[in-house]
């Protein structure tokens, strides 16, 4: 499994719902996991990996969130934070989004949980699940800080890393 870089069309597509909870899910969590661990990241969702489903992996540290179908049933607040992106390397961007989230999902066994989160893991949530709906975190910013960001957006799609920007 590689990372899927920008402006690769999957990252745009919405994903289907996963129906099967068997060894084959369990196999593409695992290897979602290797990705995530080799490449640093905070958080994966199965399109940046070139599958079509709605699952996420999340670790701020404590131990892996796997999460199968997430759905935001509940935001409160906003607040800024500094993300990246395993499909856009070496950008960051300011991005502004909800304190405080309820997420509804499913575990690898199809059981239903529910969670609540605010501070890294919310905006990590929210960067995931955005992912699922063809969402990226450059859709979150103005037209301007776009247009700044459009030589180092052409060197990630002709496969060269970028420099850190804020």
């Not at 640093?40 to 892996?64: C, L, W």
């Not at 390397?89 to 989004?97: Q, T, Y």
């Not at 239903?112 to 699922?132: M, N, S, W």
């Amino acid at each position: 499994m590689e990372i899927i870089l920008y402006p690769n069309k999957i990252l745009r597509e919405k994903c289907d719902e996963v129906k099967e909870f068997d060894q084959s899910l369990d196999r593409t969590v695992l290897d979602m996991l290797d990705v995530l661990y080799k490449k640093n990241g905070a958080g994966i969702a199965a399109p940046q990996v070139g599958i079509k489903k709605r699952i996420i992996i999340i670790d701020t540290g404590k131990s892996p969130l796997i999460l199968i179908n997430p759905r935001i049933l509940k935001k409160e607040g906003k607040e800024t934070f500094e993300e990246g992106c395993l499909s856009f390397p070496g950008i960051f961007l300011k991005i502004k989004r909800a304190k405080k989230v309820k997420v509804e999902a499913q575990n690898t066994k199809g059981e239903k949980i529910e969670l609540e989160a605010e501070g890294l893991l919310t905006h990590v949530l929210q960067h995931e699940i955005d992912h699922l709906d063809g969402i990226l975190f450059i859709d979150k910013i103005g037209f301007f800080k776009r247009w700044q960001l459009r030589r180092k957006l052409k060197n990630i799609a002709k496969g060269k890393k970028s420099e850190k920007s804020s």
